[in-house]
């Protein structure tokens, strides 16, 4: 095993068990605290220990470079975010504000710590494969957002990218829906693409520092849902242009492209001084 391949594996390990570490402690209190009706900021404070545990641990860090303040947009708010990777429970540690829940496939509520912590701190869990109750589900989330003026995260993408440049997938309409429903802004989040970071199809996972760009709060009031289409379009165009924007500044540069050591380095120039002389 090379050196490459035991620094992913030693920086995955410690993630998934910090993760446990989270998991454990936000199901606790939320066990503790749900009978009182005082696990709504479960997920706040369950995310910023995740953030403080993985930086010393695995060198990671997401960082916020414009737009932080619109992340007190007034609640309740649907946050949406660009979705590359695992390593996105760390960029939800770096994003979440207060008073803040997440949405998730149903199948998670089966994994144990992570499942548990979900049910008890306030996850809106989404059957994807049932177009009814996944409508029911956000149609109960909207009248809760209302209610309790708690916001909702959500993936628009619904799935992993690993992407290894500044693309974004195609956006589902649920989080629109619900933002419509409840009649709340919609607040984009956008992490520069990370692949010199993490890369699990090459198995690299270095240290690095990941910018975070939050877009201005888009007004859903006196929209129905005959606009969700076109919401849907433009916001995933406004994110796309960011990410792509992110992704080429200096900063964003350093966490796409891998690093390359100067043995790879030398390896490099012997293989382009062969190419010249066989040309020649």
């Known amino acids: 095993m090379g050196l490459s391949a035991a620094s992913f594996y030693a920086r995955l390990l410690t993630s998934y068990g910090a993760l446990v570490i989270c998991a454990s402690y936000g199901a606790f209190t939320g066990l503790l605290l749900r009978p009182f009706k005082h696990h709504r900021n479960i997920q706040y404070l369950t995310a910023r220990l995740f953030k403080f545990l993985m930086r010393p641990a695995t060198g990671v860090s997401f960082e916020i470079v414009s737009g932080k303040e619109y992340l007190s947009t007034p609640r309740p708010c649907v946050i949406i975010g660009n979705h590359q990777s695992e390593l996105d429970v760390l960029f939800l540690g770096t994003i979440f504000p207060p008073y803040t829940s997440v949405t998730a496939k149903s199948s998670l509520k089966l994994i144990p710590f992570l499942g548990w912590f979900m049910a008890l701190s306030g996850t809106v869990f989404i059957d994807r494969h049932n177009r009814a109750d996944a409508l029911k589900a956000f149609q109960g989330a909207a009248q809760e ?136």
């Open 145 to 280: 957002m209302r209610r309790e003026k708690q916001n909702v995260f959500i993936f628009p993408e619904g799935t992993r990218s690993y992407a290894n440049g500044p693309e974004l997938g195609a956006f589902k309409k649920g989080a629109f829906h619900l933002a419509v429903q409840a009649g709340a802004d919609i607040v984009p989040v956008v992490a520069a693409n990370y692949a010199g970071v993490l890369n699990v199809g090459k198995r690299r996972f270095r240290a690095g520092r990941i910018p975070v760009q939050v877009l201005p709060p888009i007004s859903t009031k006196s929209l129905t849902v005959a606009d969700v289409e076109e919401l849907t379009r433009t916001t995933r165009e406004a994110m796309l242009a960011a990410l792509i924007s992110l992704t080429e500044s200096p900063i964003g540069q350093k966490a796409t492209l891998p690093v390359v050591t100067a043995k790879e380095g030398n390896l490099n120039r012997v293989a382009m001084a062969s190419g010249s002389g066989m040309r020649n």
